[in-house]
C-alpha cells in the first residue's frame, strides 16, 4: 500500500515568508508526528497528533510554529515569518494508533530559508 | 528526557565484512527501532525491537531492555548498506520518538 507523502519535496523560501508544509498519512494510521533533522541538531521531534488533537507539542521550536490535522488525516505544518535557523528537512511519520507502534517516515520537505 | 547514544559514529568496511552497531539508552523504553537512511536521505524500516531478537536477511538486531541497549548485526556487507543508521526509542507513556546521533556506514567494494 502507499507510505507517508510529503509536499513539497524542496521548499525555497525568503526569510520572513510564511510556508506550509503537508502530510499525508498511511491511511487507517490515527497517530501523526512532525520531526525536523538539520545539521546541528540531528534528528528531532516537534509534535503529535491523535486524530486531529495534538496532545504534545513540546517540540515546536517558537510559536512561529503551528500545525494542524483535519478528517483525522492530512495534517500540514506552518512556520511563520521563516528564519534561517529554520532551514532542515522536515519529516512525518504516522502509526497505527498512540503509544507503542512501530512509526513509518515519509521522504521528507527539504525547507532553505535565503 | 532519556538519552540516547550510538556507537561508532563512524565505520568503514570492506565489501563482505561483517559489523555491529550499538544503541545505548538512559531508560525503560517500550519502542525501539532501527533505521537505515539512504543516500536521498529516506528513513527505511529495518526493525521494531524493543525486546528481543530479530532477524530479517542479512540483518539481525537484539534489545536487551533491562540493560538498556540494543545491537544491530550486518553480516557480508554490501555497497547498497552505506548510510547512516539510526536508533530511535519511546519511552512508557511517550508516544515521540527520541534518535540518537546514527552511525554512518561506508562499505567499500
Known amino acids: 500500500g502507499a507510505g507517508v507523502s510529503q509536499s513539497p519535496s524542496n521548499k525555497v523560501t525568503e526569510k520572513g515568508k510564511d510556508v506550509e508544509l503537508r502530510c499525508d498519512p498511511i491511511s487507517g494510521h490515527t497517530a501523526l508526528y512532525w520531526y525536523r533533522q538539520s545539521l546541528g541538531q540531528g534528528l528531532e521531534f516537534l509534535i503529535y497528533?491523535?486524530?486531529?488533537?495534538?496532545?504534545?507539542k513540546s517540540g515546536l521550536p517558537s510559536d512561529r510554529f503551528s500545525a494542524e490535522r483535519t478528517g483525522g488525516s492530512v495534517s500540514t505544518l506552518t512556520i511563520q515569518r521563516t528564519q534561517q535557523e529554520d532551514s532542515a528537512v522536515y519529516l512525518c511519520?504516522?502509526?497505527?494508533?498512540?503509544?507503542?507502534?512501530?512509526?513509518?517516515f515519509g521522504p521528507g520537505t527539504r525547507l532553505t530559508v535565503t | 528526557g532519556i538519552q540516547v547514544e550510538q556507537s561508532p559514529p563512524d565505520l568503514i568496511l570492506q565489501e563482505g565484512a561483517n559489523s555491529t552497531l550499538r544503541c545505548n539508552f538512559s531508560d525503560s523504553v517500550n519502542n525501539l527501532q532501527w533505521f537505515h537512511q539512504n543516500p536521498w536521505g529516506q528513513l527505511i524500516n529495518l526493525f521494531y525491537?524493543?525486546?528481543g531478537t530479530k532477524q530479517n536477511g542479512r540483518l539481525s538486531a537484539t534489545t536487551v531492555a533491562t540493560e538498556r541497549y540494543s545491537l544491530l548485526y550486518i553480516s557480508s556487507s554490501q555497497t547498497t548498506d552505506s548510510g547512516v543508521y539510526f536508533c530511535a526509542v519511546g519511552k512508557v507513556g511517550n508516544e515521540k520518538l527520541t534518535f540518537g546521533t546514527g552511525t554512518r556506514l561506508t562499505i567499500i567494494p
Open positions: 525491537i524493543p525486546s
Open positions: 511519520a504516522s502509526s497505527l494508533q498512540r503509544g507503542a507502534y512501530e512509526q513509518y
Open positions: 497528533f491523535q486524530g486531529n488533537s495534538a496532545p504534545d
